[in-house]
């Protein structure tokens, strides 16, 4: 027998030989070594084209880690199982619902992170290797939930073994950079020479035969065994006449071979082995008796003669033994015969009391049938996704409902077509249309029609299109005329009014009065018409700078304690136009109330734009708190959930998220990540800059500018702020909502020492806001205008600084401290200067304003002081993130809390936490609410 590389032995009778292997399990042995002797848990990827014997090279390996004491756990992806959520990850940790819709509804974040902890506590009895056999086809959430894994190994003593196929999802390239990537190649001539000998042991194998078998299958060893089993079988030898035949027995026969075998095994064995190739891996036999239609008093002998012809796993264990094989045998299924099978999978699951969804999703690959109890499941397992929040899934059930064909009265498919809408306009997608158009098309009630158009409306709103969104509320309008709906006629005015103040066609003199006129509306909401319509009001009245008590007054009763929010649903426009007014108003506090409630409901609901939405709202609170790394976050995560998976990115607060996340990272010192955050491409510049959300974009590049030193850049880019407000709306934003364009450049007129300008700037900016009176603004116009005034503007400039710390604004407060030491420098105050300027550089270092420290520094330099550069003890010199962690622990939460809280590994919060002992002089916990409350922490 010629000798080659075998990583254990076999006879024809059983397994074959691991040829030419022995290296890839070495490396396997190897990284489980590694793991015991440090803890760190490792990665390997064994990638191979189909039939390269990944499966049976990952199951040898399984076998000596459990041979070595440690816990194994198994999961394939395959074709079919791709298509549906978390299925890799409830077969490696025994799950049986992963997507509890008790808990954490539609929250894919928290699924992952259960999971993994799930996964951490198996930890506990010892090492634990896991295998995802065929990782390319495993599905979307499973990849992310390994990703998430990938990404801890370092704290758990977990091998994680990966097999896949090249050119798979671009998640397992990624995947491959946390751990170790090998090629499983395909066997060599001498590779192909052992497996022929093993299949004919008593027999000399001739250089022709050997050199033909390897030549017809490339050297893959599936192929390569499946070839030399049915040569056996048909009883032709190893020699030179024999080479001839196995040049005739390609790759693409193996299908053919295997429907032989199956052919040859009866039509009960052929139908369970069919059944077992459509429906799940691990799926019961019952089950799959049930859709072979085979009884169940035959279904475990047929099993075991499936086994016996290596077609299936032997029972119990209901796996076909390779995918190929699985491809292969479905593709011995009829058309007929599998819409059937796809029929019974669905009754079957509805006599196990599967859920409603369960029930339908074998019916979406279904031929359509016009059969109206395949229409009831989709839309039930459609209703039930959504209760779920999985916005996909509703509208792959919907879709399919929709093409079932059934006869429908007008009313009924006009319902389903709104569905299908509905659902499509929760994933943002610009299908949505389609399905209201269409409705509207076939409703014949007036009122549901305008409905539709209203609907319509609302989605591109979502999507930032507003000018189809005013096209849209003008049919609803025009359709509704004389049906005499006061509350749908009010529902479209405010959807009119949310839309329009975002275009161009706010500064036409018609649109202004039409503003007013609903700006003019008063009184308690009787309904939840009246009531959006009155979020409208508040946010339009706040944008034009008209009243702030009536503003109050509207904004209270829009939301009611949240009945807006319970009467709309979260993916209702009116309340952004509550947090607007809100923000107008200083008051942050309800706009993280109303962020933090539309979050929840959007996430139960699996509305990623509306969570999107919450989020970027959030986020634009915390950066006028001061809470830098929260705001990060949070406009982090908006612009995740805004983008679609080719990484287009949609949504009417994108722009805000973008600017706000760029100005926040230039305030911790990021001057090249905020450059690139509004380094916008083509496209998105020239959708964005024709509305009023791109301010926030235009504002981070006044101040990028700033602070690069180019004052006369910033200058213009500040006053191109103003142009694009006046040019969208005919007149000033109100700049207590957004900033204000004049306070940037009064900064950049002074620094090009115009300071004759800069104090006209500075008054118009004061009488505004003093109008309007909301605190932040006047403090701000007041520090404006102090600034201005030099030393005699020392006053008001504390005054500035006051007012800011009592509204809570840290970066406010920070930045008009230390304005206030350098005017008290310039002032020849040099014992005060000194103090206020040590506050301030205090200030924005707790709140992570590197900026703004810097700035604090240099004063402090020019003074001849000897700032510190960070503070080292003492609840100030914690970090952003290291006060985070230490008021949680404060709270009694363990390590493991506060890493979920926080979504970071138990490796990083005890790394916070050695930070926080050292900085607080402690030795562990106790003790530490104490110091975090002496400290001044807790009130902050």
């Not at 409830?90 to 799930?118: K, M, S, Y």
């Not at 490339?218 to 070839?227: I, S, V, W």
């Not at 919907?398 to 429908?408: D, K, Q, T, V």
């Not at 009246?530 to 339009?540: Q, S, T």
Request: proline fraction near 4%; hydrophobic fraction near 50%; charge should be negative.
């Amino acid at each position: 027998m010629t000798t080659t590389e075998t990583a254990s032995e076999g006879t024809s009778e059983g397994e074959p030989p691991l040829v030419e292997r022995a290296r890839l399990l070495e490396q396997w042995d190897d990284l489980r070594a590694a793991t015991v002797a440090d803890g760190s848990g490792r990665l390997l990827l064994w990638e191979g084209r189909p039939g390269a014997g990944k499966s049976r090279l990952a199951a040898e390996a399984l076998e000596r880690a459990a041979a070595d004491g440690w816990k194994v756990l198994r999961a394939a992806g395959g074709e079919l199982e791709s298509q549906h959520d978390f299925t890799v990850v409830r077969q490696a940790l025994a799950l049986r619902d992963a997507h509890d819709p008790e808990v954490h509804p539609g929250d894919e974040a928290a699924l992952l992170h259960d999971a993994f902890w799930t996964l951490a506590d198996l930890t506990d009895g010892g090492p634990v290797a896991l295998l995802v056999d065929d990782a390319h086809w495993a599905d979307a959430l499973s990849l992310a939930w390994l990703a998430h894994v990938a990404r801890r190994l370092d704290e758990l003593p977990i091998v994680v073994l990966l097999t896949a196929r090249p050119g798979g999802p671009a998640s397992i390239d990624r995947l491959a950079l946390s751990g170790v990537r090998v090629a499983v190649e395909r066997l060599s001539v001498a590779g192909a020479r052992s497996l022929v000998e093993w299949q004919w042991p008593d027999r000399e194998p001739t250089v022709a035969f050997v050199e033909a078998c390897h030549s017809a299958t490339g050297g893959t060893p599936f192929l390569l065994l499946e070839l030399l089993r049915a040569l056996r079988a048909a009883g032709i030898e190893p020699d030179d006449a024999g080479a001839t035949h196995a040049v005739e027995v390609t790759p693409e026969r193996v299908r053919a071979w295997v429907a032989v075998r199956l052919d040859g095994l009866g039509a009960e064995a052929c139908a369970l082995a069919q059944a077992a190739a459509l429906l799940e891996p691990g799926s019961p036999l019952a089950r799959i008796a049930r859709v072979a239609d085979v009884a169940q008093a035959s279904a475990l002998p047929l099993a075991g003669v499936l086994a016996r012809e290596a077609i299936l796993r032997p029972p119990p264990d209901t796996h076909l033994v390779h995918p190929l094989v699985r491809a292969a045998v479905r593709c011995t299924i009829d058309a007929s015969a599998l819409d059937a099978m796809r029929r019974r999978t669905s009754d079957a699951l509805a006599q196990e009391h599967a859920t409603a969804d369960q029930v339908a999703l074998p019916l979406v690959d279904a031929v359509p049938s016009a059969d109206r109890v395949v229409l009831d499941r989709l839309v039930a397992g459609a209703v039930r996704a959504l209760e779920r929040g999985l916005p996909d899934l509703e509208v792959r059930l919907l879709e399919r409902a929709e093409r079932e064909g059934c006869p429908l009265e007008a009313p009924e498919r006009a319902a389903l077509l709104r569905m299908l809408g509905a659902a499509v306009a929760r994933t943002g997608g610009d299908g949505a249309d389609r399905w209201f158009l269409a409705a509207a098309e076939v409703e014949p009630d007036a009122v549901l029609r305008a409905r539709d158009s209203l609907s319509l409306g609302r989605a591109r709103f979502a999507r930032g299109e507003f000018e189809a969104a005013l096209e849209a509320f003008a049919v609803g309008q025009a359709v509704s005329e004389g049906v005499g709906d006061v509350e749908l006629d009010l529902e479209l005015e405010a959807g009119w009014a949310s839309s329009v103040v975002f275009t161009p066609l706010a500064r036409e003199p018609d649109s202004q009065a039409r503003l007013r006129r609903l700006v003019s509306r008063s009184g308690q909401p009787a309904t939840s018409a009246e009531r959006i319509a009155m979020a409208h009001m508040a946010g339009l009245e706040m944008l034009m700078a008209g009243n702030a008590a009536s503003t109050r007054e509207l904004v209270d009763a829009a939301w009611g304690g949240g009945a807006l929010l319970a009467a709309a649903g979260p993916e209702e426009p009116a309340l952004w136009a509550v947090t607007a007014a809100a923000f107008g108003l200083g008051d942050l506090d309800l706009v993280v109330e109303v962020a933090d409630a539309t979050e929840a409901a959007a996430t139960h609901l699996g509305a990623p734009l509306a969570r999107a939405a919450a989020c970027c709202v959030r986020s634009f609170a915390r950066y006028q708190r001061g809470e830098l790394a929260a705001c990060i976050e949070d406009c982090e995560v908006s612009l995740r959930l805004g983008s679609t998976a080719d990484g287009t990115n949609r949504g009417t607060f994108l722009p805000v998220a973008v600017g706000t996340l760029a100005r926040a990272l230039l305030a911790t010192g990021d001057l090249a990540a905020a450059r690139a955050m509004v380094d916008l491409d083509a496209d998105h510049e020239a959708v964005w800059s024709r509305q009023l959300t791109f301010v926030p974009i235009l504002a981070a590049r006044a101040e990028l500018l700033q602070a690069g030193g180019d004052a006369s850049g910033a200058l213009e880019a500040w006053l191109s702020v103003g142009a694009h407000e006046r040019g969208l709306i005919g007149r000033d934003l109100n700049s207590a909502y957004m900033g204000g364009w004049r306070f940037g450049a009064v900064d950049a007129l002074l620094a090009l020492g115009r300071r004759g300008e800069a104090g006209e700037l500075a008054d118009e900016e004061l009488a505004a806001s003093q109008a309007w009176g909301q605190a932040r603004g006047v403090a701000r116009a007041t520090r404006a205008r102090a600034t201005v005034d030099g030393p005699a503007g020392l006053e008001d400039l504390e005054r500035a600084v006051a007012q800011f710390a009592a509204a809570g604004l840290r970066l406010d407060e920070a930045a008009a401290r230390i304005a206030h030491g350098a005017q008290l420098r310039a002032a020849g105050r040099r014992t005060d200067a000194l103090a206020v300027l040590r506050e301030g550089l205090d200030r924005a270092d707790r709140i992570g304003a590197r900026v703004l420290a810097d700035r604090a520094r240099e004063e402090l330099l020019v003074l001849g002081a000897r700032p510190r550069r960070q503070r080292t003890a003492g609840v100030a010199a914690l970090t952003a993130t290291e006060r985070r962690v230490a008021m949680l622990v404060a709270e009694g939460r363990t390590n493991r809390e506060v890493a979920e809280h926080l979504v970071v590994t138990m490796h990083a919060i005890r790394y916070h936490l050695r930070n926080v002992y050292a900085k607080l002089g402690l030795s562990e916990r106790d003790g530490l609410a104490e110091a975090l409350r002496s400290g001044g922490a807790v009130d902050e």
